[in-house]
């Protein structure tokens, strides 16, 4: 039985994780937290989730939950990562970073985290999205220069953060293709633009509305031919079956940094 803590419970993401943990026999969920202002704390993980009751109140203890866990699983808000990360670090547990639009700062702290524990940071945890990036990939690299590169992504109208971290692993992964170095991946970046593109430029179109799960196209646009490779989640439970299953995986794993794409047994790392 792997023993699981859930950050986030109380958000759109950790409520369909409640509800798909009961597909995964080998998976007991043991601690559900929040933050320590949620209107929610003190109630049933499972009753919140409209299943049955897991006994297992809403906390924003984590220290104390991981005490009893064997892997966490954050699906919360990017301003909690760093403490998030601390505290699975400091209790030595097994972390799987869902949530998106954490700064980019904490590369160093997650450098230091995978000495000791494995981490997944996974933007996206569905499949189709997982192999979505390897194909974005390997069509940047077959395709000359001279096609170029728009990334159009679509959420729901809560979503805090853009462009999303799909959207942005499926840029890395474009710029990965292209053979250009990690260091210049966003000094190709635009945003929304306003004027004409320039050369090698990769660019963003953002739209935010209503009840979107999620939508990514890459299109690779060349003279009169445009290819477009695209992903739409229509559910939530694909991120929440994938980050599950992820979690069981990444439990047995040695300390390292891994990526949805090695626990999928894709050869390319994203
Ligand atoms: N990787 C993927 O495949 C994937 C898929 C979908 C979404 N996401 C990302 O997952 C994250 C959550 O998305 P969502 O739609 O579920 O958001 P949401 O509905 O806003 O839920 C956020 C949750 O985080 C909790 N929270 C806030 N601050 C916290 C803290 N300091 N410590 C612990 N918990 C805290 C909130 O609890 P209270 O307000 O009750 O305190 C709430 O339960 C976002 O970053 C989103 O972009 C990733």
Redesign the pocket.
């Known amino acids: 039985m792997v023993r699981t803590v859930i950050?986030?419970?109380?958000?759109?993401?950790?409520q369909a994780l409640v509800r798909a943990a009961s597909e995964f026999s080998e998976l007991r969920i043991t601690g559900a937290?929040?933050?320590p202002?949620?209107?929610?704390l003190g109630q049933d993980a499972g009753e919140l989730a409209g299943v049955r009751s897991l006994g297992v109140p809403v906390t924003?203890d984590l220290p104390t939950a991981l005490g009893q866990a064997d892997v966490a699983i954050d699906?919360?808000?990017?301003?909690?990562t760093r403490?998030?990360l601390m505290a699975c670090h400091a209790a030595r547990k097994p972390l799987l970073i869902?949530?998106?639009?954490y700064p980019s700062e904490l590369a160093s702290v997650f450098d230091a985290a995978v000495r000791d524990i494995p981490l997944l940071v996974?933007?996206?945890?569905?499949v189709g999205v997982t192999l979505l990036i390897e194909l974005v990939r390997a069509a940047a690299h077959a395709l000359s220069a001279d096609f170029d590169i728009e990334i159009i992504e679509a959420h729901h109208r809560?979503?805090?953060?853009a462009p999303?971290?799909t959207a942005l692993a499926l840029e890395k992964a474009a710029s990965q293709g292209r053979g250009l170095a990690e260091a210049d991946v966003a000094k190709s970046r635009a945003v929304n633009r306003s004027g004409s593109r320039r050369e090698g430029e990769i660019g963003f179109a953002v739209v935010r509305g209503g009840d979107i799960v999620?939508e990514h196209t890459v299109l690779l646009a060349g003279q009169g031919e445009q290819l477009a490779l695209t992903h739409r989640a229509t559910d939530?439970a694909i991120?929440a079956r994938?980050?599950l299953r992820a979690g069981l995986w990444l439990a047995d794993q040695p300390p390292g940094r891994y990526a949805m794409c090695a626990f999928l047994g894709y050869k390319t790392a994203s």
Request: hydrophobic share 30%.
């Open positions: 950050i986030g419970i109380t958000g759109r993401m950790g937290v929040a933050s202002k949620s209107a929610l924003s699906f919360s808000q990017p301003c909690a403490v998030n869902g949530t998106t639009g996974a933007p996206n945890t569905s809560m979503k805090q953060d999303s971290g999620g939530r991120f994938g980050a």
